[in-house]
Each structure stands twice: as structure tokens, then as C-alpha cells.
């Protein structure tokens, strides 16, 4: 159940910054992202790209390196923006400023980051 809250909130709150995430909010969030995109590239890898190579004129494998990944590609792209944002609302739970996502934009800015999301976040009232 807390699974299916986790990504109501995700979306409920698409690009709401000003709050805080908990920590089992932002994990659940990265496991349906995870989930989801892997689904995602199997449909692609599987179905979708052996049949756009066919409409093409090409004869592709299933799982070949040159089919199109279009629906991963658009899944991507529709997820990125509330991952980041419940990001950064989990870096406020812990007590810093949600800026400080821009550091995962250097390599060695990861660690930190994972600090910020490991880390035990303010006590939130009971819904």
C-alpha cells in the first residue's frame, strides 16, 4: 500500500518543490521508476522495435541493438521531471536546501547525494 502512495504522491505533486519527501517516499519512487522503465525496455526490445523495423522495411531481431527504443525514450522523458522533484523534496526533509541536486551534476557530487537520501529526515506527523 505504501508503494501506491508513494507514486500517487509522485504525481500529485509533479512539480512541487516547496515540500518534503520521506525517505520511504523516495525509495518506493525510485523502485516504480526502475520497474517501470525496465518494462518499458523489454516492451521496446521485444515488440515495438522488431515492429517499426518490419514497417521500415528492415528485418530486425528481437532485442537487437538497432531497434528503436521510442517508448523508453518517451517514458523517460515523462518520468525525469518528478524524480528530480522528489528529489530535491527529500533533500529538504533532511534539512538542506533542495539546490543541492545541481551537485549531482559533477561525478564526485553523488556521494553526497546519496548521503542526503539515506539520511533520517524530519519527523512528519501522522497522516
Known sequence: MRLIKAIKNGFRNYVNTSDVSSRG???????????????????????????????????????????????????????????????????QDTGFSKWWILISLTIVGCIPLLFFFVKKGKKLPKE
Open 25 to 91: 517516499d523516495f525509495w518506493f519512487w525510485l523502485l516504480f521508476v526502475s520497474v517501470f522503465l525496465c518494462i518499458t525496455l523489454i516492451i521496446d526490445g521485444a515488440y515495438l522495435g522488431p515492429l517499426i523495423g518490419a514497417l521500415n522495411g528492415e528485418e530486425l531481431m528481437a532485442f537487437d541493438q538497432d531497434t528503436p527504443k521510442w517508448l523508453s525514450i518517451i517514458s523517460l522523458l515523462l518520468l525525469i521531471i518528478p524524480t528530480l522533484t522528489v528529489a530535491m523534496r527529500r533533500i
